[in-house]
Antibody, heavy 121, light 106 residues
Framework: DVQMVQSGAEVKKPGEPLKISCKIS????????IGWARQLPGKGLEWMGM????????RYRPSFEGQVTISADTSTKTAYLQWTSLKASDTAIYFC??????????????WGQGTLVTVSS | EIVMTQSPVNLSVSPGERVTISCRAS??????LAWYQQKPGQAPRFLLS???KRGTGVPDRFSVSGFGTEFSLTISSLQSEDVAVYFC?????????FGQGTKLEI
């Protein structure tokens, strides 16, 4: 069975860098898009962007372009979401998720458990 | 960007009642729509898609309908474990977008 396990909660100060991870087990890593969603406290879900590890094709929602970097390591079957300089407004839960087919045109049927990122001085 | 609009935002229903949540897309998306359930402190869980693909272990009381721009999720007989927030999501293009969510209470 496919498992998506995310790294643990983080508490950071504004301006600090951060990289969170999502490790896949039990299935192919390179044949599926994998992406990240943000959930602000008490709010809905925003899709941030996604990567196709097979060729590193990466797409960002315009509002997140330049604000975060999505990457993937095929040797460890791990996807990453990183910031170079965090802001208080980045405080949220971040979920990795994967569509259930070999393209983006499928529902997100696999999710990580979420990583809480708290940015506070 | 395709905007997804759900209604209602909040819904309070008695056990055993039928529940319908609506989702409207700002442009046609065919059947490329999914519904998710999120309980407090948990990740979203895939329920159903517009093509009637069903998530693992999703009870038969959940069903979907719609195509194009108008969609709905129906729970035929509400159970206490169905208390959650429900989101619709379009996957018609790479820039997925979600509805704002419907909070379902008993």
């Amino acid at each position: 069975d496919v498992q998506m396990v995310q790294s643990g909660a983080e508490v950071k100060k504004p301006g600090e860098p951060l990289k969170i991870s999502c490790k896949i087990s039990g299935d192919s890593f390179t044949n599926y898009w994998i992406g990240w969603a943000r959930q602000l406290p008490g709010k809905g879900l925003e899709w941030m962007g996604m990567i196709y590890p097979g060729n590193s094709d990466t797409r960002y929602r315009p509002s997140f372009e330049g604000q975060v970097t999505i990457s993937a390591d095929t040797s460890t079957k791990t996807a990453y979401l990183q910031w170079t300089s965090l802001k208080a407004s980045d405080t949220a839960i971040y979920f990795c998720a994967r569509p259930g087919g070999y393209s983006y045109g499928f529902p997100l049927d696999k999710w990580g458990q979420g990583t809480l990122v708290t940015v506070s001085s | 960007e395709i905007v997804m609009t759900q209604s209602p935002v909040n819904l309070s229903v008695s056990p055993g009642e039928r529940v319908t949540i609506s989702c409207r897309a700002s442009q046609p998306i065919g059947g490329n729509l999914a519904w998710y359930q999120q309980k407090p402190g948990q990740a979203p869980r895939f329920l159903l898609s517009g093509s009637s693909k069903r998530g693992t272990g999703v009870p038969d009381r959940f069903s979907v309908s719609g195509f194009g721009t108008e969609f709905s999720l129906t729970i035929s007989s509400l159970q206490s474990e169905d208390v959650a927030v429900y989101f619709c999501q379009q996957f018609n293009n790479l820039m997925y977008t979600f509805g704002q969510g419907t909070k379902l209470e008993i």
